[in-house]
């Protein structure tokens, strides 16, 4: 009996050791895959508009960021042509490479230079603009900022209240999206439809401002309030 006993503790005891050597080994991959996202995602920092767009307010400034940003698109897209623009939303980390593919998968698992990346880049979707147009981003956990994890942080609604809209910049233009409602879904619900139900949005989000007409943007990412779910950031084009 008593060489059972000690079977057996020493039978936990290895147990419990191989769930703390698991878990740190899991740890250690997550720390590993966040900070390769980190280098990944910074590879265009230099590009970005943002610094030019935050002196801009309005009106014809505003064409005066497309004259800067045209010959940096340019210089991006020698290195990858799949970069269509720039997206940037004040107050939050999403200042990126706005990027599409042939189709939704590639990029969720390549950087914006094409490099291999967890993290994946933030893309269009395939359909390209509609009157509601998808863009993708993955979100890396509460231990990383980059790519779409901010949009989570629209749940609080300190946050909703404060980061009311952003931009995407492209060679021919500066969209600025004002942001109307923040919900959680599941994926292909009436979120992600070509042309946006607002009266769906409005009795399903859980934040919604009031929409005055325009063009809509989704912006769409991991949330792991439950299985399977997404956190869709809505915006619309405010027209100049």
Same mark, same amino acid.
């Given at each position: 009996?008593?060489?059972? !006993?000690?079977?057996?503790?020493?039978?936990?005891? $290895?147990?419990?050791?191989?769930?703390?050597?698991?878990?740190?080994?899991?740890?250690?991959?997550?720390?590993?895959?966040?900070?390769?996202?980190?280098?990944?995602?910074?590879?265009?920092?230099?590009?970005?508009?943002?610094?030019?767009?935050?002196?801009?307010?309005?009106?014809?400034?505003?064409?005066?960021?497309?004259?800067?940003?045209?010959?940096?698109?340019?210089?991006?897209?020698? =290195?990858?042509? &799949?970069?269509?623009?720039?997206?940037?939303?004040?107050?939050?980390?999403?200042?990126?490479?706005?990027?599409?593919?042939?189709?939704?998968?590639?990029?969720?698992?390549?950087?914006?230079? !094409?490099?291999?990346?967890?993290?994946?880049?933030?893309?269009?979707?395939?359909?390209?603009?509609?009157?509601?147009?998808?863009?993708?981003?993955?979100?890396?956990?509460?231990?990383?900022?980059?790519?779409?994890?901010?949009?989570?942080?629209?749940?609080?609604? $300190?946050?909703?209240?404060?980061?009311?809209?952003?931009?995407?910049?492209?060679? &021919?233009?500066?969209?600025?999206?004002?942001?109307?409602?923040?919900?959680?879904?599941?994926?292909?619900?009436?979120?992600?439809?070509?042309?946006?139900?607002?009266?769906?949005?409005?009795?399903? $989000?859980?934040?919604?401002?009031?929409?005055?007409?325009?063009?809509?943007?989704?912006?769409?990412?991991?949330?792991?309030?439950?299985?399977?779910?997404?956190?869709?950031?809505?915006?619309?084009? =405010?027209?100049?």
């Amino acid at each position: 009996m008593k060489k059972l !006993k000690i079977f057996i503790t020493i039978l936990l005891f $290895a147990l419990c050791l191989c769930g703390i050597v698991y878990a740190l080994y899991g740890i250690f991959t997550e720390t590993r895959e966040v900070e390769t996202a980190e280098t990944v995602s910074a590879v265009f920092t230099e590009f970005s508009p943002a610094d030019t767009i935050e002196k801009t307010e309005s009106g014809s400034a505003l064409d005066a960021v497309i004259d800067e940003f045209r010959p940096k698109l340019t210089a991006m897209q020698e =290195k990858n042509s &799949d970069i269509i623009g720039w997206i940037y939303i004040p107050q939050t980390h999403i200042n990126y490479p706005l990027l599409q593919g042939s189709d939704n998968k590639y990029y969720l698992t390549r950087g914006a230079d !094409k490099s291999r990346s967890a993290a994946g880049s933030v893309f269009i979707d395939q359909n390209g603009f509609a009157e509601n147009t998808v863009i993708y981003g993955h979100n890396m956990g509460r231990s990383s900022n980059v790519i779409f994890h901010d949009i989570t942080n629209f749940s609080d609604k $300190a946050w909703f209240e404060k980061a009311r809209f952003g931009y995407i910049i492209t060679k &021919d233009e500066v969209i600025r999206i004002d942001f109307f409602a923040y919900a959680l879904t599941r994926p292909e619900t009436k979120f992600y439809a070509n042309i946006p139900d607002i009266e769906f949005i409005k009795d399903n $989000a859980m934040y919604c401002r009031e929409y005055s007409g325009g063009r809509v943007f989704t912006l769409s990412t991991c949330a792991y309030d439950y299985k399977n779910a997404r956190a869709v950031l809505i915006g619309e084009e =405010k027209v100049r």
